[in-house]
Nanobody
């Protein structure tokens, strides 16, 4: 089993930045695809972006392209989501997820192919 724990959420003003972290435990996730999803208040969960096990490929939803960056440190069993130029519309609970090993494709709008999930961290962007 893989356990995922997100951290780094909080309250930030529009235009600001936050970096979320997701630490994995239970087994190494170096060969797992890792992704971020979010659930805005009153809405369905949505795909934010994902990174392949080798970090050679990333995919993002259009609304965050150019503002958000996913990276991973396999030595630390951790994936990151750097969020810049935040907007009130980015307000949501952010979840990390994992699937693997060597699972492809990494993009998954529904999250149905991701096997492991964290508990989420709240990000609130004020206007």
């Amino acid at each position: 089993q893989v356990r995922l724990v997100e951290s780094g959420g909080g309250l930030v003003q529009a235009g600001g930045s936050l970096r979320l972290s997701c630490a994995a435990s239970g087994r190494p996730v170096s060969r797992y695809a890792l992704a971020w999803f979010r659930q805005p208040p009153g809405k369905e969960r949505e795909f934010v972006g994902a990174i392949s096990w080798s970090a050679g490929r990333t995919d993002y939803t259009d609304s965050v392209k150019g503002r958000f960056t996913i990276s991973r440190d396999n030595a630390k069993n951790t994936v990151y989501l750097q969020m810049n130029s935040l907007k009130p519309g980015d307000t949501a609970v952010y979840f990390c997820a994992a699937k693997g090993p060597l699972a492809m494709p990494i993009a998954d709008l529904s999250g149905a192919t991701y096997n492991y999930w964290g508990q989420g961290t709240q990000v609130t962007v004020s206007s």
